[in-house]
């Protein structure tokens, strides 16, 4: 399987959105898009339909954060609860150990990392503010 393409829902009427352009950057995010599809306590779903704006460490100007996922669905207990997903490996929710030597590798990371902690503390803020959830979903989470 590549790990980018497109998406054929086999529940097309779940989708929240165009179900003819749902798009996979991983095949992680590909795993995620079939367990939401085929899941029947996923009542709906989406995949980087929703907009959080966040400000930027690195630039201090305001970005769009478009989550992997957002997801509907019933509890077993019957209760409705909504999600809001990202899909990473673990190393990129951690902060990268500090190192003797500054190579463009250590600060591309961390970076990276100081642009998902506040990409991800936006999503937190919105999700409370709208009675959702976020989580960071990785390797661990999906069983790889």
Known sequence: MSYKGRFNPKNPKKYNGDSNNIIYRSSWEFR???????????????????????KSPVDQRIHRYFPDFV?????RDGKVVTYVLEVKPLKQTQK????????QTYINEMVTY????????AADIFCKEHGWQFKVLTEKDLGL
Request: avoid cysteine.
């Open 114 to 121: 100081a642009i998902n902690q506040e990409k991800w503390r």
């Open 32 to 54: 995620v898009m079939k367990y939401l599809d085929e899941n029947p306590n996923i009542i709906w779903w989406s995949s980087e339909e929703l907009i959080i704006p966040y």
């Open 71 to 75: 997801a509907k669905t019933r509890t």
């Open 96 to 103: 990268p150990t500090v190192r003797k030597r500054k190579t």
